[in-house]
């Protein structure tokens, strides 16, 4: 859950999800649509599809018990190597250290590693560095060694201002200018994006579609125009997603005479019960708040 979203926004949702699906067993054996329904608002749901994707491997190919080995952790659906090593090392002390941005800031930092830290090259030469200040797993003190620099990172090796004089490790480092360090790469640009919708009302009931892509399958969505709209819209919003910014423009709509396979009408009572994309419901949300919808509402 804390994969691109901050604790504050996790908590309330963690204490729910663990009500709803309190071990692997209950979760591996819910229906999708519950588990969707219990993430949303949260974004990002192959996450929750991939939690349950991995409860489910667990319970088959590991009898229900946890993984303990981030190779074994790392074939798990949806878990990549960061996750891995961080289970790995923070809950069963192997020497795997997970590599985040204050791992590499503290170890780029402490080496003065001046290449970019966010390409393979420059992760493979601070994992190398990080694996050989590992203690083995017989030595014991890996989880600790991997928490302790990543707490380094957090509370003095932070990006602006780092508190040298108050570092534990002061008389290891060698970064001359270490605010210039860890070095990135420079970031993709932000593309724009224009979405186009309908809305689409019918004696109480609403058009929507189920979206296929990888990241929202599943989900409902106003049904997309398959051609770009100039007129007014009755709604708009802006939101992110990954590197782009869309702009979610919503038209007044015609009902079809014949329904797209990844159509269906909604009664307007059963909009909560559904899984939908954040943007979307907010701006069905306010659609629905308007009696007569007609002009640009944000
Ligand atoms: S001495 Fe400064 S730059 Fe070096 S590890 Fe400590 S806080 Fe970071």
Known sequence: MLQQTQVATVVDYFQRWMKRFPTVAALASADEADVL???????????????QAAARAIQEKHGGRFPTEAEALQALPGVGPYTAAAVATFAFDRPTPPIDGNLSRVTARLLDFTKPVDTAQGLASIREALEEW?????????????????????????PRGPRCTLCPVRLFCHAPDPEALPVRKPRPKTVEMDE??????REGEVL???QTGRRWRGMWRLPLLNEPHTGLPLARLRYPFTHHRVNLSVFPGTIPLFLAPAQRWFALDELEQIAMTAPHRKVLKKLLALDEPDGILF
């Not at 186009?196 to 009302?201: D, E, N, P, Q, V």
Request: net charge negative.
């Open 134 to 158: 590992q203690p083995t797993l017989e030595e014991g003190g890996a989880g600790m060694l991997n928490e302790a620099i990543m707490e380094l990172g957090a509370l003095i090796c932070t």
């Open 208 to 210: 929507l579609e189920q």
């Open 196 to 201: 186009h919708c309908a809305w689409i009302l």
């Open 37 to 51: 329904h219990a993430w949303q608002g949260l974004g990002y749901y192959s996450r929750a599809r991939n939690l």
